[in-house]
């Protein structure tokens, strides 16, 4: 009963709006993570975690908003802009975007109190399985904030997808990984897990901690987790500040001048992840973009085909955006000016929500071998003849023209393609 009422009366000391950092009260008051946090059975089968290049069906944001509605304008043209917001802010929270020119058919509300607006730091981790299942797996947010901490949980609860909780201190903004099992942070990936045993700050890459990796494993479906100490050796010690995965095969890094008080630092770590190999064991191709000033440019999103670059209005800009163009032909890479930092930009108060219809298979791969032969064509004819069942999976690959019926017409198309083939 007694925690129940100190993790009630934490939410009321801090409704109001609060820092990136901790606060004071907040500082003496650590221990209540440790009261927010449990663990569920982990998700069946193989799993994967969605890396932030993947398809994206919406972003996640909070009002009071942390970014300008043109930025929200801009996303709600192409995604699903899923919105928490206390009830009694609705009306303000709808009211600001529809008169900003926010198409609002593409907006959704998640009704619930947050304390701040680092929806990347709070927001959900996500993964799916082999049959292409997505799920929501949960950790315990660093920061003694209760609200923030249940946004996973009325997100899966908004959109229908099933909930996961792993027994982990973690926040977002210390959280990268490329989709095929390779993840990154920074060291207080360990340091804030008491199982680690460790305050290890320097190394490059951290001695691992089973009691972290072990549930990275198990929970999220990594297989390496490249933990190095934070070479920005700033207060918040979060990933997003100096580095990006960018693709499977690319990764971006901060440079800054050799004046710089942490050039060493920066560039060990750079020189490490260069050293290091993707899945398809090559190099990681690393682009470094100039941040002579600490301006926040790896701090940016990725939605789909476009990427949301924060501007400074400094003289580096332009190089910036030129860098985004060179490592990633093909994308629209828009500037956005906002109330940005050095440790808190762009990245830090938006999370893509990955598309959960998507499927990684060629229409028509039922058996999902990567290859469409003449053994999906017997699969879907078995599944006519009622002899098999399909999952969602398989059903969606099968229904080759979208009539969300199996049916002849699907296999002449499939025989069609298998001899095109």
């Known amino acids: 009963m007694i925690k129940y009422y100190a993790l009630f009366l934490l939410s009321l000391i801090i409704a109001t709006e609060l820092p990136k950092g901790l606060t004071e009260w907040e500082k003496s008051n650590m221990h209540l993570i440790e009261e927010m946090r449990f663990r569920t059975q982990p998700p069946p089968g193989s799993i994967r975690s969605i890396a932030e290049y993947e398809p994206m069906q919406g972003v996640l944001i909070r009002y009071p908003f942390g970014i300008s509605t043109s930025l929200i304008r801009e996303m709600a043209e192409d995604v699903i802009i899923y919105c928490l917001v206390s009830?009694?802010?609705?009306?303000?929270?709808?009211?600001?975007?529809?008169?900003?020119?926010?198409?609002?058919?593409?907006?959704?509300?998640?009704?619930?109190?947050?304390?701040?607006?680092?929806?990347?730091?709070?927001?959900?981790?996500?993964?799916?399985?082999?049959?292409?299942?997505?799920?929501?797996?949960?950790?315990?947010?660093?920061?003694?904030?209760?609200?923030?901490?249940?946004a996973p949980l009325k997100v899966a609860n908004h959109m229908g997808v099933p909930y996961y909780s792993a027994d982990l201190i973690a926040t977002g903004g210390n959280y990268m990984t490329d989709g095929t099992g390779i993840s990154a942070a920074t060291h207080i990936a360990y340091t804030e897990n008491n199982e680690c045993s460790t305050n290890n700050q320097s190394s490059v890459p951290l001695p691992p901690c089973s009691y972290v990796d072990d549930i990275m494993n198990e929970y999220y479906g990594i297989d390496i987790f490249h933990v190095v100490a934070d070479p920005n050796d700033e207060y918040i010690d979060h990933i997003d500040c100096w580095g990006k995965y960018l693709s499977p095969t690319k990764v971006l890094i901060r440079s800054v001048p050799t004046s710089h008080s942490q050039y060493q630092d920066i560039e060990e770590v750079a020189s490490y992840f260069g050293s290091t190999l993707t899945s398809d064991g090559i190099p990681w191709q690393v682009f470094r973009v100039y941040t002579p000033s600490d301006q926040p440019y790896t701090n940016s999103l990725i939605l789909n085909d476009k990427v949301f670059v924060p501007m400074m209005n400094s003289s580096w800009d332009d190089d910036a955006i030129e860098v985004y163009e060179e490592a990633m032909p093909g994308y629209e890479i828009l500037g956005f000016t906002g109330s940005w930092e050095s440790t808190d930009a762009l990245h830090c108060r938006v999370k893509g929500i990955p598309d959960i219809t998507y499927v990684p298979y060629e229409s028509g791969d039922v058996n999902t071998d990567e290859t469409v032969n003449i053994q999906d064509v017997v699969l879907i004819i078995n599944y006519i003849l009622d002899l098999i069942d399909f999952d969602d999976n398989q059903f969606s690959l099968a229904d080759l023209n979208d009539d969300n019926a199996i049916n002849i017409q699907d296999v002449i198309l499939l025989v069609n393609v298998v001899l095109d083939n």
């Open 87 to 150: 009830s009694g802010l609705q009306n303000n929270a709808y009211n600001s975007m529809n008169s900003a020119g926010v198409n609002m058919s593409n907006v959704e509300f998640i009704t619930g109190s947050t304390n701040s607006y680092w929806t990347r730091d709070y927001g959900p981790w996500w993964v799916v399985d082999d049959d292409g299942v997505y799920s929501i797996v949960d950790f315990t947010y660093n920061r003694p904030r209760p609200a923030d901490n249940q």
